[in-house]
């Protein structure tokens, strides 16, 4: 099995309207792989290789002036995850990042209407150090917010539902969050990241060129190379997609193979999710859609929550244990 590529600038016919080709590539590609590779997106002349060049010098960065962004000291785990600090499925990730998400105020304890509201605040950068990191990441989400937003009326229209569908469901602000990540090979036992599925709407990924990104498709055992394709985004299925489908689309597990020890591997990922209270209820399919929609994936240790803001508080508390611990004990044993 390979991964589709698709172009975004097919999207549309002349006239404005999803062109149906599109939607049907779209369609069969989230529906029997769960991931495809979108090229011809829209990004300005040379914006790729600049945040690849300003995420390396990041990365390139004295420890110190790093950790002075540690995202211990966040309680809305935002900032600098150190090597070997972030887990997944049970074990230490071999990587190095810093999370962000819309620059938001704190919101107070006593303010909360529910405990998702710790998600709310404000990043850490590296102005001192590198400022120009803020101004190269922050464009690259607003277009990414831009091609993800086309994304979702397209996943609408390619399910028989009215373009605008989701919309309501963003707006007036979506909660997306952001990784720039550098994988360091490692000797020994160690994984880059091991199996999971996202558990946003959408996940829009930038690879570099090393590889090592893997996709485990719908009703498959086996896994199946991502490759790195010059200049394309990388589209995956998130868990919110899933229970908005009642399982017609799957959020596809993935892992990413550890570098050669001395070696490293560079990312930043998009995550595309609603606001916080956002709640997904399964659409109305097609009949033929909703007969090859099984229901949402059943795991033991990983139930999926329609209300999206539960589903990202379960994500962080599970991948940061120790910004749970140190900011909001009373809320990790729930």
């Known amino acids: 099995m390979t991964i589709p590529v698709l172009r975004l600038d097919t999207a549309r016919t002349t006239e404005g309207?999803?062109?149906?080709?599109?939607?049907?590539?779209?369609?069969?590609a989230l529906h029997e792989v769960g991931f495809l590779q979108l090229v011809d997106f829209g990004a300005a002349p040379g914006q790729v290789e600049e945040l690849a060049a300003v995420t390396a010098r990041f990365f390139d960065l004295p420890l110190a002036d790093r950790m002075a962004l540690?995202?211990?000291?966040?309680p809305h785990f935002r900032g600098y995850t150190r090597l070997g600090h972030e887990i997944t499925a049970g074990r230490p990730d071999a990587r190095e990042q810093i999370d962000f998400g819309p620059?938001?105020?704190?919101?107070?304890?006593?303010r909360w209407d529910e405990p998702f509201r710790l998600l709310e605040g404000p990043n850490q950068w590296p102005d001192a150090a590198?400022?120009?990191?803020?101004?190269?990441?922050?464009?690259?989400?607003?277009?990414?917010?831009?091609?993800?937003t086309e994304l979702t009326r397209a996943l609408a229209a390619c399910l028989?539902?009215?373009?605008?569908?989701?919309?309501?469901?963003?707006?007036?602000e979506p909660h997306w969050?952001?990784?720039?990540?550098?994988?360091?090979?490692?000797?020994?036992?160690?994984?880059g990241v091991g199996p999971h599925a996202d558990w946003g709407f959408l996940t829009l990924l930038l690879q570099d060129g090393t590889g090592g990104l893997q996709a485990?498709?719908?009703?498959?055992?086996?896994w199946v190379d991502v490759p790195p394709l010059d200049g394309a985004l990388v589209v995956n299925v998130g868990e919110m997609l899933e229970v908005a489908t009642h399982g017609y689309l799957v959020a596809t597990d993935h892992r990413v193979l550890p570098c050669a020890p001395g070696a490293t591997r560079q990312s930043v990922g998009f995550f595309w999710s609603p606001r916080l209270d956002a709640v997904l209820d399964p659409v109305p399919?097609?009949?033929?859609?909703?007969?090859?929609?099984?229901?949402?994936?059943?795991?033991?240790?990983?139930?999926?929550?329609?209300?999206f803001g539960d589903n990202a508080l379960k994500g962080w508390f599970r991948s940061h244990p120790e910004v749970a611990a140190r900011h909001h004990p009373d809320l990790v044993g729930q």
């Not at 120009?132 to 277009?143: K, M, P, S, Y």
């Not at 028989?160 to 963003?170: M, S, V």
């Not at 009949?287 to 329609?306: D, K």
Request: charged share 25%; net charge negative; aromatic share 6%.
């Open 17 to 28: 309207r999803f062109d149906p080709a599109f939607l049907d590539a779209l369609r069969t």
């Open 70 to 74: 540690d995202n211990r000291n966040s």
């Open 103 to 110: 620059e938001l105020p704190p919101v107070p304890r006593e």
């Open 130 to 148: 590198l400022p120009e990191l803020r101004g190269a990441v922050l464009a690259w989400t607003d277009l990414l917010s831009r091609v993800a």
């Open 160 to 172: 028989g539902l009215p373009d605008d569908h989701f919309d309501g469901l963003f707006g007036p």
């Open 177 to 191: 969050f952001g990784k720039v990540i550098r994988y360091v090979g490692q000797v020994g036992d160690a994984q």
């Open 216 to 222: 485990r498709p719908p009703r498959s055992d086996g």
């Open 285 to 307: 399919l097609p009949a033929e859609l909703a007969a090859e929609a099984p229901g949402v994936s059943e795991h033991e240790h990983n139930a999926l929550l329609p209300r």
